[in-house]
């Protein structure tokens, strides 16, 4: 009887070892594996998952370990990446501490809201449809992290929080010279400094001139608009602007129209907003492209002139 029972303690002692040894001991996966753990999916399931895609290669010992451990009710939602050397015990870890992948989705700035809303409708890792209402400018342009399987609709209420929230603090140190009635002029100024140039060291003074304009009653004479007037923001122009399209009858035509349009033309970035609301001080009135990706500013008529005929003879 006493042999017997010192046999079962040796055996028991060898099975905690070999057990042991297999919950610990690390199993080199060949290449990244990404594994989803739905809402609703039991430890037994997890396992299961785990077997199939060679993460583990006991899934009875993943629940036994699980249940021993107390965490087959703490294991949580989201997906995961396993790499290179992992041990069932990580594994396990892993999934109870929630140390999930996050994927990204980049809302480019001077995109308008419906090439934006093709990007997120495009995103295969994202879910749903997309049932959220979109205007022009509500959506702040940004790398969004999201998690595999998210709705659609988190990533547009989430660009329409940043927008709302990056506005209204740049609202509360606006310039007081700046001759904007409301946030939703100043996204609008913000839009046009956001489609007429991409180089920040410019922003403020192309946002100097429009502002001049204004308070100076003067037409804002900027292409951007009139091609918005041409598109309804849905697609590209694909061509340059006729000397037609500048008489078309549009509440965006700023070259028929005084003041701003109707709404923004585009998703400004928060540099483009942050110039809207203090922009460089200066006496320009006009801006015409370098042909080297900037433009020169020029404070009348007759300068104006001279800049635009010294960039058409570049283009030659």
């Given amino acids: 009887m006493k042999k017997f029972a010192i046999a079962c303690i040796i055996t028991i002692v060898a099975c905690g070892i070999v057990l042991n040894s297999w919950i610990y001991s690390p199993i080199t996966l060949p290449d990244d594996v990404y594994l989803m753990v739905e809402k609703g999916d039991s430890t037994a399931a997890v396992a299961r998952k785990l077997d199939e895609n060679n993460i583990i290669s006991k899934p009875w010992l993943f629940k036994l370990a699980a249940r021993i451990a107390g965490l087959d009710k703490k294991l949580k939602t989201g997906e995961y ?121 410019e922003r403020g003074l192309v946002a100097s001139v429009f502002v001049n304009r204004l308070l100076k009653g003067m037409k804002l004479q900027t292409d951007p608009t009139v091609i918005y007037a041409l598109t309804n923001g849905e697609k590209e122009l694909g061509r340059p602007l006729f000397r037609k399209d500048l008489k078309i009858d549009s509440p965006y035509n700023t070259y028929k129209y005084y003041g701003l349009p109707p709404t923004p033309i585009c998703n400004p970035g928060k540099a483009s907003i942050a110039a809207a609301a203090n922009p460089e001080y200066s006496n320009y009135l006009y801006f015409v492209a370098d042909g080297n990706g900037g433009h020169n500013f020029a404070t009348s008529l007759k300068e104006h002139n001279s800049n635009v005929a010294e960039w058409k003879r570049s283009k030659k």
């Fill in 81 to 201: 990446l396993f790499t290179g050397a992992v041990s069932m015990r990580q594994v396990l870890d892993k999934l109870a501490e929630g140390n999930i992948i996050y994927r990204k989705i980049t809302l480019p700035e001077g995109l308008t809201s419906a090439q934006m809303l093709k990007i997120i409708n495009d995103e295969d890792l994202l879910s749903g449809e997309i049932t959220e209402v979109v205007r022009e400018g509500e959506l702040l342009p940004e790398t969004y992290l999201f998690v595999r399987g998210e709705p659609k609709n988190n990533i547009i209420i989430r660009a329409k929080s940043a927008m709302k929230e990056f506005a209204a603090k740049e609202w509360l140190i606006k310039d007081a010279t700046v001759p904007v009635k409301n946030i939703n002029q100043l996204i609008i100024l913000a839009s046009i400094i956001e489609k007429e140039t991409a180089l920040d060291n």
